[in-house]
T-cell receptor
């Protein structure tokens, strides 16, 4: 039981490049979330999903897209990366109240 | 939407002393309040949570209190140890599976 995993762990992009972050959970959770964490800003919700095939916007959705084609996976896409998207990205999943976090992806956009 | 304020932003305590972190929330419909601990370079991990039908909950050296009328809740750590040094986040949500709104975090340093 791996819990919540994220791929990749680190990535450096140039401005304008695109990439996809993958989150996978093996706990059969309905709910999945993507957060970004910036120094001194806490965790801010980007997008979330309440079930397979559904997605919704969070607090800071601009510049990101998501998909939940399979219950166990939640993908976060950056179509045209900007330096303001330099951050640590955390995925989380939940079957109710408690959210379990993945190990994070450190993204740097030059 | 919900807004969660957390204070203080940094807290330095002597080993063995108590630490208290306070959070206020804006949406009176919020009914679930978790606390997460994040060590440097690691993921946030749930340490304790409380629901709105309970006023206080304790787990060994940590406790959380909730005042629904005043819309604030607090984390209490007693007999602090060096391994308690971390960033602590409070959060609030309205229903199971609903999105969490996090406070800005408190960096706790326990000095030996």
């Amino acid at each position: 039981n791996a819990g919540v995993t994220q791929t990749p762990k680190f990535r450096v992009l140039k401005t304008g490049q695109s990439m996809t972050l993958l989150c996978a959970q093996d706990m059969n959770h309905e709910y999945m979330y993507w957060y970004r964490q910036d120094p001194g800003m806490g965790l801010r919700l980007i997008h979330y999903s309440v079930g397979e095939g559904t997605t919704a916007k969070g607090e800071v959705p601009d510049g990101y897209n998501v998909s939940r084609l399979k219950k166990q996976n939640f993908l976060l896409g950056l179509e045209s990366a900007a330096p303001s998207q330099t951050s640590v990205y955390f995925c989380a999943s939940s079957s109710g109240d408690t959210q379990y976090f993945g190990p994070g992806t450190r993204l740097t956009v030059l | 939407g919900e807004n969660v304020e957390q204070h203080p932003s940094t807290l330095s305590v002597q080993e063995g002393d108590s630490a208290v972190i306070k959070c206020t929330y804006s949406d009176s419909a919020s009914n679930y309040f978790p606390w997460y601990k994040q060590e440097l370079g690691k993921r946030p991990q749930l340490i304790i949570d409380i629901r709105s039908n309970v006023g206080e909950k304790k787990d060994q050296r940590i406790a959380v209190t909730l005042n629904k009328t005043a819309k604030h809740f607090s984390l209490h750590i007693t007999e602090t140890q060096p391994e308690d040094s971390a960033v602590y986040f409070c959060a609030a949500s309205k229903a199971a599976g609903n999105k969490l709104t996090f406070g800005g975090g408190t960096r706790v340093l326990v000095k030996p």
